[in-house]
Protein backbone atom coordinates (compact mmCIF):
# COMPACT_ATOMS: atom_id res chain seq x y z
CA UNK A 1 0.00 0.00 0.00
CA UNK A 2 2.13 2.87 -1.11
CA UNK A 3 1.47 6.29 0.83
CA UNK A 4 1.25 9.86 -0.55
CA UNK A 5 4.24 10.00 -3.11
CA UNK A 6 6.01 13.49 -4.38
CA UNK A 7 8.12 14.55 -6.41
CA UNK A 8 10.88 16.01 -7.07
CA UNK A 9 12.46 15.50 -3.73
CA UNK A 10 14.49 18.19 -4.07
CA UNK A 11 14.36 21.15 -6.82
CA UNK A 12 16.37 23.79 -7.86
CA UNK A 13 15.04 26.78 -9.57
CA UNK A 14 16.56 30.20 -10.55
CA UNK A 15 14.68 33.84 -9.50
CA UNK A 16 12.15 33.74 -12.27
CA UNK A 17 11.89 30.07 -13.44
CA UNK A 18 8.86 28.03 -12.86
CA UNK A 19 8.55 25.36 -10.59
CA UNK A 20 6.33 22.14 -10.85
CA UNK A 21 5.69 20.14 -7.62
CA UNK A 22 3.83 16.99 -7.98
CA UNK A 23 1.73 14.66 -5.31
CA UNK A 24 0.41 11.45 -5.96
CA UNK A 25 -2.39 10.65 -2.89
CA UNK A 26 -2.64 7.35 -1.47
CA UNK A 27 -4.69 5.08 -3.49
CA UNK A 28 -8.36 5.28 -2.58
CA UNK A 29 -8.25 9.33 -1.53
CA UNK A 30 -9.95 12.10 -3.23
CA UNK A 31 -9.20 14.66 -1.32
CA UNK A 32 -6.20 16.82 -1.72
CA UNK A 33 -4.30 19.15 -0.01
CA UNK A 34 -1.11 21.65 0.10
CA UNK A 35 0.96 23.36 2.46
CA UNK A 36 4.26 24.82 2.98
CA UNK A 37 6.74 25.20 5.70
CA UNK A 38 9.49 27.41 6.14
CA UNK A 39 12.57 26.81 8.55
CA UNK A 40 11.66 26.14 11.97
CA UNK A 41 8.11 26.42 11.34
CA UNK A 42 5.32 24.60 11.06
CA UNK A 43 3.36 24.12 8.14
CA UNK A 44 0.91 26.44 6.39
CA UNK A 45 -1.96 25.48 4.65
CA UNK A 46 -2.23 26.51 0.85
CA UNK A 47 -5.10 24.95 -1.10
CA UNK A 48 -7.52 21.59 -0.91
CA UNK A 49 -8.53 19.98 -4.12
CA UNK A 50 -10.93 16.76 -4.94
CA UNK A 51 -11.09 15.81 -7.91
CA UNK A 52 -11.17 18.78 -10.79
CA UNK A 53 -12.05 20.65 -8.10
CA UNK A 54 -10.55 23.28 -6.07
CA UNK A 55 -12.76 23.89 -2.74
CA UNK A 56 -10.75 25.98 -0.36
CA UNK A 57 -7.58 28.06 -1.76
CA UNK A 58 -7.48 30.25 0.93
CA UNK A 59 -4.03 29.81 1.94
CA UNK A 60 -2.66 30.30 -1.68
CA UNK A 61 -0.53 33.75 -2.91
CA UNK A 62 -2.74 35.63 -4.81
CA UNK A 63 -0.34 36.04 -7.33
CA UNK A 64 1.96 33.46 -9.03
CA UNK A 65 1.20 30.28 -7.56
CA UNK A 66 -2.13 27.95 -8.91
CA UNK A 67 -2.96 24.33 -7.87
CA UNK A 68 -4.25 21.57 -9.79
CA UNK A 69 -6.28 18.04 -9.14
CA UNK A 70 -6.93 16.57 -12.36
CA UNK A 71 -8.98 13.65 -13.48
CA UNK A 72 -6.32 11.23 -14.09
CA UNK A 73 -2.67 11.91 -13.11
CA UNK A 74 -1.14 13.54 -9.86
CA UNK A 75 -2.14 16.52 -7.99
CA UNK A 76 0.21 20.19 -9.85
CA UNK A 77 0.76 23.14 -7.73
CA UNK A 78 2.78 25.22 -9.85
CA UNK A 79 4.93 28.31 -8.91
CA UNK A 80 5.31 31.05 -11.78
CA UNK A 81 8.47 33.34 -11.60
CA UNK A 82 10.38 32.53 -8.64
CA UNK A 83 11.44 34.39 -5.78
CA UNK A 84 13.76 33.80 -3.37
CA UNK A 85 11.31 34.19 -0.74
CA UNK A 86 9.36 31.09 -1.88
CA UNK A 87 12.29 28.50 -0.84
CA UNK A 88 10.89 26.28 1.13
CA UNK A 89 9.15 22.67 2.14
CA UNK A 90 6.41 21.64 0.14
CA UNK A 91 4.46 19.15 1.68
CA UNK A 92 1.13 17.37 0.46
CA UNK A 93 -1.62 15.34 2.25
CA UNK A 94 -4.39 13.36 0.89
CA UNK A 95 -6.93 12.10 2.89
CA UNK A 96 -10.21 9.93 2.33
CA UNK A 97 -12.19 12.47 4.53
CA UNK A 98 -10.58 13.35 7.68
CA UNK A 99 -7.41 12.23 8.95
CA UNK A 100 -4.45 13.34 6.48
CA UNK A 101 -1.71 11.35 5.62
CA UNK A 102 1.74 12.96 4.61
CA UNK A 103 4.11 13.06 1.68
CA UNK A 104 7.77 13.20 1.97
CA UNK A 105 8.05 16.94 0.57
CA UNK A 106 9.04 18.82 -1.84
CA UNK A 107 12.32 21.03 -0.88
CA UNK A 108 12.27 24.02 -3.05
CA UNK A 109 15.42 26.25 -3.63
CA UNK A 110 15.43 29.38 -5.35
CA UNK A 111 19.42 30.68 -6.02
CA UNK B 1 -1.64 35.24 14.43
CA UNK B 2 -1.06 32.13 15.27
CA UNK B 3 -4.12 30.75 16.35
CA UNK B 4 -2.32 27.10 17.78
CA UNK B 5 1.10 27.50 19.49
CA UNK B 6 3.24 25.22 22.03
CA UNK B 7 4.87 26.05 25.51
CA UNK B 8 7.77 24.84 24.99
CA UNK B 9 10.10 24.75 21.99
CA UNK B 10 12.60 22.24 22.90
CA UNK B 11 12.76 18.94 24.99
CA UNK B 12 15.12 17.35 26.74
CA UNK B 13 14.76 13.98 28.40
CA UNK B 14 16.45 10.71 29.32
CA UNK B 15 15.76 7.55 28.04
CA UNK B 16 12.96 5.65 29.50
CA UNK B 17 11.22 8.54 31.33
CA UNK B 18 8.24 9.94 29.98
CA UNK B 19 7.44 13.39 27.95
CA UNK B 20 4.99 15.76 28.02
CA UNK B 21 4.70 18.32 25.02
CA UNK B 22 2.25 20.90 25.69
CA UNK B 23 0.09 22.88 23.16
CA UNK B 24 -2.55 25.45 23.15
CA UNK B 25 -4.66 27.08 21.13
CA UNK B 26 -7.26 30.16 20.74
CA UNK B 27 -10.32 28.60 18.86
CA UNK B 28 -12.87 27.26 20.60
CA UNK B 29 -14.42 26.46 17.42
CA UNK B 30 -11.67 24.03 16.82
CA UNK B 31 -13.12 20.29 16.95
CA UNK B 32 -10.33 18.11 16.00
CA UNK B 33 -6.69 17.89 16.90
CA UNK B 34 -3.98 15.68 16.00
CA UNK B 35 -0.19 15.13 16.45
CA UNK B 36 2.49 14.45 14.22
CA UNK B 37 5.94 13.63 14.68
CA UNK B 38 8.27 14.80 11.77
CA UNK B 39 12.13 13.68 11.44
CA UNK B 40 14.30 15.76 9.57
CA UNK B 41 13.94 15.97 6.60
CA UNK B 42 10.57 14.30 6.08
CA UNK B 43 7.27 14.92 6.13
CA UNK B 44 4.60 14.52 9.20
CA UNK B 45 3.63 11.58 10.57
CA UNK B 46 0.15 11.55 12.04
CA UNK B 47 0.72 9.78 15.41
CA UNK B 48 -2.75 10.25 17.52
CA UNK B 49 -5.85 12.34 17.38
CA UNK B 50 -8.88 13.37 19.29
CA UNK B 51 -12.08 15.04 18.61
CA UNK B 52 -13.42 17.69 20.79
CA UNK B 53 -16.38 15.60 22.43
CA UNK B 54 -13.22 13.30 23.55
CA UNK B 55 -10.94 14.49 26.59
CA UNK B 56 -8.43 11.65 26.64
CA UNK B 57 -7.23 8.94 24.04
CA UNK B 58 -4.62 6.75 24.26
CA UNK B 59 -2.51 4.79 21.35
CA UNK B 60 0.55 2.41 21.73
CA UNK B 61 2.87 4.71 24.36
CA UNK B 62 1.32 7.62 23.50
CA UNK B 63 -1.86 9.69 25.60
CA UNK B 64 -3.72 12.74 24.58
CA UNK B 65 -5.10 14.50 26.52
CA UNK B 66 -7.58 17.98 25.60
CA UNK B 67 -9.06 20.28 28.24
CA UNK B 68 -11.14 22.67 26.10
CA UNK B 69 -11.65 24.73 29.61
CA UNK B 70 -8.03 25.79 29.29
CA UNK B 71 -7.91 25.12 25.40
CA UNK B 72 -5.06 23.43 26.13
CA UNK B 73 -3.76 19.85 24.36
CA UNK B 74 -0.86 17.70 25.72
CA UNK B 75 0.79 14.65 23.97
CA UNK B 76 2.04 12.26 26.84
CA UNK B 77 4.76 9.60 25.22
CA UNK B 78 5.65 6.82 27.95
CA UNK B 79 9.41 5.08 28.18
CA UNK B 80 10.40 7.51 25.75
CA UNK B 81 13.04 5.79 23.21
CA UNK B 82 15.79 7.44 20.95
CA UNK B 83 13.74 6.66 18.35
CA UNK B 84 11.45 9.42 19.30
CA UNK B 85 13.60 11.94 18.97
CA UNK B 86 11.73 14.54 16.67
CA UNK B 87 9.81 17.38 16.34
CA UNK B 88 6.50 17.48 17.47
CA UNK B 89 3.76 19.44 15.62
CA UNK B 90 0.18 19.81 17.15
CA UNK B 91 -2.51 20.88 14.36
CA UNK B 92 -6.38 21.92 14.76
CA UNK B 93 -9.24 21.92 12.67
CA UNK B 94 -11.93 24.65 12.73
CA UNK B 95 -15.52 23.04 12.27
CA UNK B 96 -16.24 23.68 9.28
CA UNK B 97 -13.28 24.29 7.68
CA UNK B 98 -12.67 21.37 4.97
CA UNK B 99 -10.12 19.83 7.65
CA UNK B 100 -7.68 22.21 6.44
CA UNK B 101 -5.35 22.08 9.20
CA UNK B 102 -3.65 24.90 11.52
CA UNK B 103 0.20 23.92 13.02
CA UNK B 104 1.91 24.94 15.65
CA UNK B 105 5.25 26.02 15.28
CA UNK B 106 6.75 22.10 16.80
CA UNK B 107 8.67 20.97 19.94
CA UNK B 108 11.60 19.71 19.10
CA UNK B 109 12.30 16.37 21.62
CA UNK B 110 15.81 14.85 22.02
CA UNK B 111 16.01 11.37 23.89
CA UNK B 112 19.15 11.17 25.15
CA UNK B 113 20.74 7.63 25.93
Known amino acids: NAGVMQNPRHLVRRRGQEARLRCSPM?????VYWYRQLPEEGLKFMVY????????ESGMPKERFSAEFPKEGPSILRIQQVVRGDSAAYFC?????????FGPGTRLTVT | GESVGLHLPTLSVQEGDNSIINCAYSNSASDYFIWYKQESGKGPQFIID?????DKRQGQRVTVLLNKTVKHLSLQIAATQPGDSAVYFC????????????FGKGTLLTVNP
Open chain 1, 93 to 101: ASSPAGEQY
Open chain 2, 50 to 54: IRSNM
Open chain 1, 27 to 31: KGHSH
Open chain 2, 91 to 102: AENIKGSNYKLT
Open chain 1, 49 to 56: LQKENIID
